[in-house]
């Protein structure tokens, strides 16, 4: 058993408890509350004077799979060879080792869980998955969801590696979404076999991983995580998700203002960003710190996203900091690094808030979570403190 | 209610109104004459002094697909990664927002319905979409039309891309045609598959979205919208479409002159242009003459800028140029309006002032055909979208 005493416990869902108790035991949180008794016995966290939050939730990032500060050596986000690869999975390719420096930034800052996804090299790049960032000796045991959506990536990064570089489709953003609903179609066709040959085994087609992995975003059991800066470009995206009935979140939104109210009727989540960083392409020249508010004010669903490492995952709180500042109520910011990235990434049930039954993922801190002076103090990740002791 | 009041009415199809009246609701016009009555309570434009007339209609442009200015970043018109790409769906690269520059000069030129294609790369370049110019926050919502057309380039462009520089078929005129050729006969043998699999749904043929999308030309639900400057090669092409039994419409034409008999006597339209620069050799017999040639024989035209290859803002400029040339007046502003407005299959909404159309309207200061004139007002859907 172990007591956190004395902290501004911030829920997220249910409110700010002030000098409260959490009791945390075999990795769950047990109880919270400003009456909590501390059993006798229990190890107790004085955290008087603290701020105590849930885990950071990163919903879109590349830590493990593109290690940081190695270069080429460490670099497996993208098969930039076929510009189709459903059947690549974000997990065979990730260091899970403390050393990894990505990781180890994300665990320092109190990210404690994360959706690691192929690059956006190719139209479809592979599997993603969702891991807790307490070091582990292999991938396996940090993963909390797998696979957790297929990356999908549309506009100028598959133009340019395959049309302009590699002189084969997609040149254009047609041949993008064409591509995209070939391979769907193919699925489809596949699938159709499979159920023919439910009568006839004689007719069953040969297993192809490539169209297993389609069949799972066909079956809804995943959705597609759709890269588009764009406004026409999410729109292409979701043209396609209604034609063959799927489902798909929208990562990066760099143009969500321009399109907010549109895609909030969708009922589309987005997970904004990355935005701590400059434009460094033309798809990109609209990104502001202003389009969380517009997102939200329009009643978008929607997560902040380093990108990491395409920009630092240390950044997280900070990147939620710009976005107050632009008009960001400071509740929905807090929300879009916790409760809601962790309901865009289906494991809600387990995290992103401070509540009985939850996995004991939390964060102390000095001060406010948006204050760029305060220190993270300690980090917890399934009731055990990992940074900080 | 809206009411545009006092202005000469160039109604396009049923003649010329001299201080007349258009009623407008819910973006489409009500009632246009000369003893209109305006109901209590209605907004007035007041045109007196003005013209007023429909809303351009540019049958064969690439704006939104090509973005101005932009270059490589906004240039989704041609996937020269195939020469037959039936599949590509001009719909999936196009940027709806306002401040897309071709659509905006579009807008402000008082061009309100245009026709995208895909380039010209392709012998098989995908399908084109017929959108009103008013923006949009996605361009779902610019659709009159979708999908209006097959894309089909004969000529120099696909020798180019594919022979040339790629060394792969076509490096001829005989590969262009054995292409297109090649692919409406995969369509038609797919579509035997199915209709034999509707007796033995395990015959069913895999679904394939490029024949997929050759079905609606073979069925002649849309026409080849074919790309060629010389006479043989639209004669190649409809060659072709009659051993097929597809419908054609003649997109450039520049060799109009050269084979307008023949074409008339084909029923095919023309949609011609661009004509302010010969840039190749196919290319070279470009004259401001070839409309009237054409129109004296017969055929039906529609004047193309083929913008962004040239600016949409000179779409009423070309015609002046034409009717300088021998084009009659009357035809000129036709081939902007509602000739271009019936080729693409659109001429029960748009394209003249006609009570029940969409109240798409181009309020000028003067002469259509004068480049002194100015545009003062631009209405789509009976909104008023931009006001000198």
Not at chain 2, 78 to 92: N, Y
Not at chain 2, 363 to 378: A, H, Q, R
Request: glycine share 10%; hydrophobic share 45%; charged share 25%.
């Amino acid at each position: 058993m172990l007591a956190i005493k004395g902290g501004r416990i911030l829920t997220v869902t249910k409110g700010i408890i002030e000098e409260g108790v959490i009791l945390v035991e075999g990795g769950k949180i047990v109880e919270v509350g400003r009456d909590v008794r501390i059993p006798e016995g229990a190890e107790v966290i004085d955290a008087t004077g603290k701020v105590v939050m849930p885990g950071l939730v990163e919903a879109h990032c590349h830590i493990g799979i593109i290690e940081e500060s190695v270069g080429w050596a460490g670099s497996d986000g993208n098969e930039a060879t076929d510009p189709v690869t459903p059947h690549l999975r974000a997990i065979d390719a990730i260091k899970a080792n403390a050393d990894e420096k990505g990781l180890q930034a994300a665990l320092e800052t109190g990210v404690t869980t994360a959706q690691i996804l192929p690059g956006s090299a190719n139209v479809i790049g592979g599997t993603g998955v969702v891991v807790k960032t307490a070091p582990k000796t292999t991938v396996d045991e940090m993963v909390l969801r797998n696979p957790s959506g297929l990356k999908v990536a549309l506009g100028e990064n598959p133009r340019r590696v395959y049309g302009q570089g590699l002189k084969r489709m997609p040149a254009t953003r047609m041949g993008v979404a064409a591509l995209l609903r070939e391979w769907l179609v193919k699925a489809q066709n596949y699938m159709r076999k499979k159920e023919l040959a439910k009568k006839d085994p004689s007719k069953m087609p040969d297993k192809d991983l490539k169209l297993e992995t389609l069949q799972l975003v066909l079956e809804g059991k995943i959705p597609l995580r759709v890269h588009a800066h764009r406004a026409d470009d999410i729109a292409t995206a979701v043209r396609i998700a209604e034609e063959f009935g799927i489902s798909l979140s929208w990562e990066h939104a760099t143009e969500g203002h321009r399109i907010a109210k549109w895609i909030a009727s969708k009922g589309v989540p987005a997970v904004w960003g990355p935005s701590l960083m400059g434009r460094p392409k033309w798809e990109m020249r609209e990104l502001n710190f202003e389009t969380p508010k517009v997102l939200h004010e329009a009643g978008v669903k929607f997560a902040i996203q380093t990108d990491a490492v395409g920009s630092g995952i240390r950044f997280l709180p900070l990147c939620a900091a710009m976005a107050v500042k632009h008009g960001l109520p400071w509740e929905a910011a807090l929300k879009a690094v916790t409760i809601t990235p962790a309901e865009i990434l289906g494991v809600a049930d387990r995290l992103g808030s401070i509540e009985r039954g939850k996995d004991a993922d939390l964060r102390i801190l000095s001060g406010d979570p948006f204050d760029p002076m305060t220190e993270v103090e300690m980090v917890i990740v399934d009731g055990e403190v990992l940074v900080g002791r | 209610m809206l009411a545009i009041k006092g202005g000469k009415i160039l109604t396009i199809t049923q003649g010329t109104i001299e201080g007349g009246t258009i009623l407008i609701e819910d973006g489409k016009i009500l009632d246009v004459g000369v003893d209109v009555q305006i109901p209590e309570g209605a907004e007035v434009i007041d045109a007196t002094g003005k013209v007023v007339m429909p809303g351009l209609v540019e049958a064969q442009c690439h704006l939104g697909i090509v973005e101005e200015s932009i270059g490589w970043a906004g240039a989704d018109s041609d996937e020269t990664t195939d020469p037959a790409t039936p599949q590509m769906r001009v719909i999936d690269g196009i940027k709806a927002n306002a401040d897309e520059g071709g659509l905006r000069a579009a807008l402000e030129t008082g061009v309100t319905t245009i026709q995208v294609l895909p380039g010209s790369g392709n012998v098989i370049a995908g399908t084109a979409a017929v959108l009103k110019t008013a923006p949009k926050t996605v361009v779902d919502e610019m659709v009159v039309r979708n999908p209006s057309g097959m894309k089909i380039t004969f000529g120099d462009m696909p020798r180019r891309v594919y022979g040339q520089t790629q060394k792969k078929t076509p490096s001829t005129r005989m590969g262009i045609a054995g292409i297109l050729r090649e692919w409406l006969v995969k369509a038609q043998n797919y579509m035997r598959k199915k209709e034999v699999a509707k007796e033995d749904p395990s015959k069913m043929p895999d679904k394939d979205l490029k024949l997929e999308a050759l079905e609606p030309v073979l069925r002649g639900e849309i026409p080849l919208l074919a790309h060629a400057h010389r006479a043989d090669d639209i004669a190649s092409v409809v060659r072709v479409a009659e051993e097929f039994g597809v419908k054609v419409v003649w997109h450039h034409a520049t060799e109009g002159h050269r084979v307008a008999e023949w074409v008339a006597r084909k029923g095919i339209p023309a949609v011609h242009g661009p004509a302010m620069r010969r840039g190749t050799w196919e290319m070279r017999e470009m004259s401001f003459k070839t409309a009237k040639v054409l129109h004296d024989a017969g055929v039906k035209i529609a004047i193309t800028t083929d913008a962004t290859s040239q600016a949409i803002r000179l779409l009423p400029l070309v015609a002046a140029l034409y009717v300088k040339n021998g084009l009659p007046r009357d035809v000129a502003l036709r081939a902007m309006t509602i000739n271009p407005a019936e080729i693409l299959g659109i001429a029960d909404r748009v394209g003249s002032i006609e009570r029940g159309k969409d109240a798409d309207l181009r309020i000028l200061s003067g002469d259509p055909l004068n480049i002194k004139s100015k545009v003062e007002m631009v209405l789509i859907d009976g909104k008023v979208l931009y006001s000198a």
